[in-house]
């Protein structure tokens, strides 16, 4: 753990939809979506992409395979929740794993029976999710919902313009902020205000960027916002420091030079988040 005074972020996963890792995507990283953020005793994790095995192997063998923590999910499409069946902690019956989705309506899905019944079930999985129930609790909730965790940690929620419905997150912690909005499409002529609220004067902010405005009318609907965006909604709401994120499986580490240059031109705090990176506050 770090610091109790110190916030720490973890990319442990940056690409989107699919994972592509090669020696064309070595530099930013291959693995889908998945977070890490450290605060005193707090573990909390964001997503569990491919990128969540990793962290799994870390503390597989750093820790004993013994996880407390708390897992929040912006949303269930596979690229968020592929790794989880990968994740090593999970298996080890003595874990206390708090899962959180925000998005699911309660009524057709919920996300203890997203995991069980369409992730790890016979024929999609060979492994069943009655192996990792042990080590977790499943917990639905409302987007709009404020947690508020003790020792000078908030976590607000909002809502995004994702298919199928996602969730962002605001991690106030010590009087710092973090603002995840990963997945997200912009409005075009207006900025979303749901993403301003949760970037509002941001310490860091992490935002869907997969595609160049360029080839974004080729996706409209698809879910996701371009770097040009990312530099509006960090303009707007005051942003410090701000990521990219999401990168799309097409946009190789050549590519994401020419995206990091174009962006740092406009605005010098933007630049694409790098896989293993790790921010302090």
């Not at 929740?81 to 794993?97: E, H, R, W």
């Not at 530099?231 to 005051?238: D, L, M, Q, R």
Request: a negative charge.
């Amino acid at each position: 753990m770090t610091d109790p005074y110190t916030l720490r972020l973890k990319f442990w996963g940056t690409r989107g939809s699919i994972p592509c890792p090669g020696p064309d995507t070595v530099k930013y990283g291959g693995n889908t979506t998945c977070f890490e953020v450290n605060f005193g005793d707090e573990r909390l994790i964001i997503d569990a992409g491919t990128g969540i095995r990793l962290l799994g192997k870390k503390i597989l063998t750093e820790e004993k395979n013994l996880l407390t923590a708390k897992l929040f999910f912006t949303h269930t499409h596979m690229d968020h929740i592929q790794g989880l069946p990968f994740f090593a902690p999970l298996y080890n019956p003595n874990s206390n794993v708090n899962l959180y989705a925000g998005h699911l309506d309660g009524d057709n899905y919920n996300l203890q029976g997203i995991i069980g019944t369409m992730l790890m079930k016979d024929p999609v999985f060979p492994v069943p999710s009655a192996l990792i129930e042990q080590a977790c609790t499943f917990n639905d909730y409302s987007v709009g919902k404020v947690f508020e965790l003790g020792n000078d940690l908030v976590i607000k929620t909002g809502k995004l313009n994702h298919p199928n419905g996602a969730c962002g997150y605001r991690l106030e912690c010590g009087g710092k902020i973090i603002a995840i909005c990963t997945d997200t499409e912009h409005y075009e002529g207006k900025l979303d205000e749901n993403v301003l609220a949760l970037a509002e004067n941001a310490d860091v902010m992490v935002y869907d960027s997969a595609y160049t405005d360029e080839e974004y009318p080729n996706f409209k609907g698809w879910g996701h916002s371009t770097w040009q965006e990312a530099i509006k909604i960090a303009e707007a709401a005051n942003v410090k420091q701000t990521f990219l994120f999401h990168h799309d499986p097409s946009h190789n580490d050549k590519k994401m030079d020419e995206i990091a240059e174009a962006a740092k031109a406009i605005r010098s705090s933007v630049r694409p988040a790098v896989e293993g990176e790790e921010i302090f506050l």
